[in-house]
């Protein structure tokens, strides 16, 4: 039998002004119709969402449920970090629930409450006469779960979901049945806060049995992860998550860290400043935020190699205590500043597909030994600029056809401990004052696809020889028909048999005539 009563609303009673950044607390009082107070009632709690969900089911899934005292009342804080992010006021519904099935009554009262206010509110249980008492059924000697729900792992403020469960009681004539298991009836249940293993008992009438869910320390909305518990360093993302927005985890401290399949974005600056040992990217990501990973200390490995990333954004490493990188499969651009001050870099082997270096993408990193791609078409100005520790540069895979493949200016200016450089067979431009400054490169090749060579390219270095592949010599960018694109003491340049004549004859070119061989 269902009966059918009025959602009791009464006189709210304002006991203290606004506070804003101070919870909001409301006490709710208990009473039969004479106004004798019902201890140990039971009171769930429902934020906008579960109120209008309880409209139309009045079994549905409360955020918590309070239990009255001996005076009939129960009161209850409204945290500003879980009710009033990013707003002055909510609406909430406290309920009581008695019955199971099509037997039930459902009292209910609603309020607006201020951040920082204090209220006070009442449920009458009308059409119930006295305390409500234990049925006369026996009900089941024994319970037992025969089937978990199939949600074991809550993220905060996720209502208690039951789909699934299945429980079977066993009954005096020790046969069993299933048994109708309703969210009033299975207490402990709270996702306000993380909880690694979680007691939930189930009640029916005086027997009792249990499972156990998970809250992780995350709260999740529409996708986007919205908090992170403040002393959770130990953190597996659920599948729901499909965003991190910018700063979610910036200067926190974490042990480990899961990111989750399904997860596409992390926004700027999400690790900014973190301590986090390793980062492995799901497969699902498409978008990475600028500085995301920016000054994270600690962050020794990081493996991109499920992902399809293009693209590395601006400053993504910069700062960071990168050791080992596994790169993206179809990578195609380091973006400017990407691996800035890498401080522990040692070794970088560059894939074949990338095809653009950004500006100072390197910078001031630790690097002793760089392998480049031969396709690249691309190396931006100052990409390895003062990379003090910089021995060797090398080439490796297939070389790429492109018109305007450029080894841009300063390149490799302030590595002073660069011994040997490959230029990759894709590079068609060498620009202005690329090793400036540098004493221990003795000898350079320029590949024959080279058809430019700036005013200044290898001027202010130790190159004594140069062995040239192109047949055809080179454009000298001149200035005022000078050109230095070899230091002037250079003692040999080597240019392909048949072609002295034509080198010595060239434009620029004709200022070392007397060393073309």
Not at 32 to 50: F, H, M, N, Q
Request: aromatic share 6%.
């Amino acid at each position: 039998m269902v009966t059918a009563l009025p959602l009791a609303f009464m006189a709210c009673k304002k006991e203290q002004g606004p506070n804003p950044g101070k919870d909001a607390t409301v006490r709710i009082a208990v009473l039969l119709p004479d106004g004798t107070p019902v201890p140990g009632a039971e009171v769930r709690v429902y934020d906008e969402a579960g109120g209008k969900a309880l409209e139309k089911n009045p079994f549905a899934a409360p955020l918590e449920t309070l239990t009255a005292g001996a005076d009939g009342v129960v009161q209850y804080t409204m945290r500003v970090d879980r009710w009033f992010s990013g707003a002055k006021q909510r609406y909430v519904t406290f309920a009581v629930l008695q019955g199971t099935g099509d037997n039930y009554h459902l009292w209910s009262v609603g309020r607006t409450v201020e951040v920082g206010r204090s209220q006070r509110a009442e449920i009458r249980l009308e059409g119930l006469d006295e305390k409500p008492g234990v049925p006369s059924d026996p009900g089941p000697v024994s319970l037992r779960v025969s089937r978990q729900p199939d949600k074991l792992v809550y993220c905060l403020g996720e209502p208690l979901d039951l789909t699934g469960l299945e429980v079977m009681g066993r009954y005096e004539d020790d046969k069993e049945q299933a048994v109708e298991v309703t969210p009033a009836q299975v207490k402990g249940f709270s996702s306000e806060r993380p909880a690694g293993e979680l007691e939930l008992t189930i009640e029916v009438g005086d027997r009792q049995t249990s499972f156990t869910v998970t809250v992780l320390p995350v709260r999740v909305e529409t996708g986007v992860l919205t908090e992170v518990w403040p002393e959770a360093d130990e953190i597996v993302l659920p599948e729901i998550v499909r965003e991190i927005p910018e700063k979610a985890f910036a200067a926190r401290r974490i042990k480990s860290l899961k990111l989750n399949e399904g997860l596409r974005t992390i926004g700027e600056m999400a690790f900014c400043g973190a301590s986090v040992p390793e980062i492995i990217l799901p497969a699902s990501l498409e978008q990475l935020g600028d500085h995301a990973f920016y000054h994270c200390a600690g962050l020794t490995r990081v493996d991109m190699s499920r992902t399809q990333l293009a693209a590395l954004p601006k400053n993504l490493f910069a700062y960071a205590d990168i050791e080992q990188i596994v790169w993206p499969a179809r990578l195609a651009e380091i973006g400017t500043q990407a691996f800035l001050g890498t401080g522990r870099l040692k070794r970088v082997e560059i894939p074949e597909t990338v095809r653009k270096i950004g500006f100072e993408a390197f910078r001031e990193s630790a690097v002793e030994s760089v392998v480049l791609p031969d396709g690249v078409t691309e190396i931006a100005g100052r990409a390895f600029y003062l990379c003090a520790s910089l021995v060797e540069v090398s080439v490796h895979g297939a070389s790429g056809d492109t018109a305007d493949g450029a080894l841009r200016g300063s390149c490799f200016v302030g590595c002073p401990s660069l011994e040997r450089l490959a230029i990759p067979r894709s590079i068609r431009t060498l620009e202005q004052g690329l090793l400036s400054g540098n004493t221990r490169v003795s000898s350079i090749v320029i590949p024959a696809g080279v058809g430019e060579i700036a005013f200044g390219a290898f001027d202010n270095t130790r190159i004594r020889e140069v062995r040239v592949e192109a047949a055809t010599p080179p454009v000298a960018g001149l200035i005022l028909d000078q050109w230095y694109g070899f230091p002037k003491d250079v003692e040999k340049i080597i240019v392909p048999a048949g072609t002295a004549d034509a080198y010595k004859k060239a434009a620029g070119w004709s200022r070392f005539a007397d060393r073309i061989e």
